[in-house]
């Protein structure tokens, strides 16, 4: 079973569109997390979500807006694509916030994203 | 916010033991010390953590300075699939201060058959 899955896998979108991206765990986990990865590699985190809570909303625009129906899930919508969002998103949990950095972080395969 | 410094890349031999090295001078007390590798077109997967002693598990091991300013992943016997980006990150005791957590470009570890 795949722990943390991301759909979808491949998105390319005009820019000015407005797309989602779904992110579900089956472990049980509090803690969920939204990072991107630009075209250098640098993997930056986004968004925490713990227990449904928004904790983190780290230098995101407004056009990006996370959604989490409950603790399973952590969606991610993005509102008027630009040319710069192009770029691989990534969902990860972890198990609770209080004593996140002593637990590891599991992330999906990635959404990658490419607007034209 | 405490930062990594890694080699951009290494090479080594399939069956040979690596030494992947990281520094972490800014280091505070709360953070622990993870390792994850990624490999092309994947996420990042967990290798190991600590905190202040050294860990080991199936996977790898983890060798931490006693000032905790550098730490040194260990794969014993590399294979041609643990070829990957190898990322040191430290991530703060209470994940609610993981503000402007950016991962560094980590090491490219080559593996020759």
């Known amino acids: 079973d795949t722990a943390v899955s991301q759909t979808p896998k491949y998105l390319v979108t005009q820019m000015g569109n407005d797309k989602s991206i779904k992110c579900e765990q089956n472990?049980?986990?509090?803690?969920m997390y939204w990072y991107k990865q630009d075209s250098k590699k640098f993997l930056k985190i986004m968004f925490s979500?713990?227990?449904?809570?928004?904790?983190i909303n780290e230098t995101v625009p407004n056009r990006f807006s996370p959604k989490s129906p409950d603790k399973a899930h952590l969606n991610l919508h993005i509102n008027s694509l630009e040319l710069g969002d192009s770029a691989v998103y990534f969902c990860?949990?972890?198990?609770?916030?209080?004593?996140?950095?002593?637990?590891?972080?599991?992330f999906g395969d990635g959404t990658r994203l490419s607007i034209l | 916010d405490a930062k990594t410094t890694q080699p951009n890349s290494m090479e080594s031999n399939e069956e040979e033991p690596v030494h992947l090295p990281c520094n972490h001078s800014t280091i505070s007390g709360t953070d622990y010390i993870h390792w994850y590798r990624q490999l092309p077109s994947q996420g990042p997967e967990y290798v190991i953590h600590g905190l202040t002693s050294n860990v080991n598990n199936r996977m790898a091991s983890l060798a931490i300075a006693e000032d905790r300013k550098s730490s040194t992943l260990i794969l014993h016997r590399a294979t041609l699939r643990d070829a990957a980006v190898y990322y040191c990150i430290l991530f703060p005791y209470n994940a609610g201060n993981n503000r402007k957590l950016i991962w560094g470009l980590g090491t490219s570890l080559g593996v020759n058959p």
């Open positions: 979500y713990n227990n449904k809570e928004l904790i």
């Open positions: 990860a949990s972890s198990q609770d916030l209080a004593t996140g950095g002593g637990q590891p972080q599991h």
């Open positions: 472990l049980g986990h509090d803690t």
